[in-house]
């Protein structure tokens, strides 16, 4: 079975802090994913790797960074946290191309 | 432009009733389609998955989907809803051309005893 791990179910953190949100798959597959969910607005793209070192943005990377130096690693950065990022961080996996995505079990964040 | 849309944010069924989730997408390639459930404080699990081929597609917990083309809809059915079906589901949209998905904004299923 394919394990996606994240590395905090809930995170409870103050404005301006410096977040990281850590992401492991054990399936050897070559895409990651971060989302952000929130109600009524389903899951959006904040970043998406597809190798080592390669990254690319998604729908809302504004406030975020991300960072991928082990194949099976891929953490989600918030410079200075804000109120605004409060949310439910889903992080993903998927083979190439276009496979399946396999999701984590999120983070909850809470920013104060 | 290419979305997925969830028409019902929210359905109530009677435990032992037949569901239908609607999916409609709008998408420029032949579309690759998936079925996620989330429970409450959970990732998102695969329920199934189309491709190609045999347009009704079986997943896991009983659920099937069919894909028809000419409607550009993926709605999700099951013929007896149990009470531990309650969640969220949401609909996605890829192709061969791109790894990513587009998802809907989801349907949140609740089932009454």
């Known amino acids: 079975d394919v394990k996606v791990t994240q590395s905090s179910r809930y995170l409870v953190k103050r404005t301006g802090e410096k977040v990281f949100l850590e992401c492991v798959q054990d399936?050897?597959?070559?895409?990651m994913f971060w989302y952000r969910q929130d109600p009524g607005l389903g899951l959006r793209l904040i970043y998406f790797?597809?190798?080592?070192?390669?990254?690319e943005k998604g729908d809302i990377p504004e406030g975020y960074s991300v960072s991928r130096e082990k194949k099976e690693r891929f953490s989600l950065i918030l410079e200075s946290a804000s109120t605004n990022q409060t949310s439910m961080y889903l992080c993903?996996?998927?083979?190439?191309?276009?496979?399946?995505?396999?999701f984590g079990p999120g983070t909850r964040l809470t920013v104060l | 432009a290419q979305s997925v849309t969830q028409p019902d944010i929210h359905i109530t069924v009677s435990e032992g009733a037949s569901l239908e989730l609607r999916c409609n997408y709008s998408?420029?390639?032949?579309?690759?389609l998936f079925w996620y459930v989330q429970s409450p404080g959970q990732g998102l699990q695969l329920l199934l998955k189309?491709?190609?081929?045999?347009?009704l597609v079986q997943g896991i917990k009983g659920f099937e989907a069919e894909f028809k083309r000419s409607q550009s809809s993926f709605n999700l059915r099951k013929p007896s809803v149990h009470w531990s079906d309650a969640a969220e589901y949401f609909c996605?949209?890829?192709?061969?051309?791109?790894?990513?998905?587009?998802f809907g904004t989801g349907t949140r299923l609740q089932v009454f005893p």
């Open positions: 790797s597809y190798d080592v070192k390669m990254k």
């Open positions: 189309y491709f190609s081929g045999d347009t």
């Open positions: 399936m050897d597959h070559e895409n």
């Open positions: 993903a996996s998927s083979p190439r191309p276009a496979g399946t995505q396999y």
């Open positions: 998408y420029g390639a032949t579309p690759y």
């Open positions: 996605a949209v890829g192709a061969l051309n791109t790894d990513k998905l587009i």
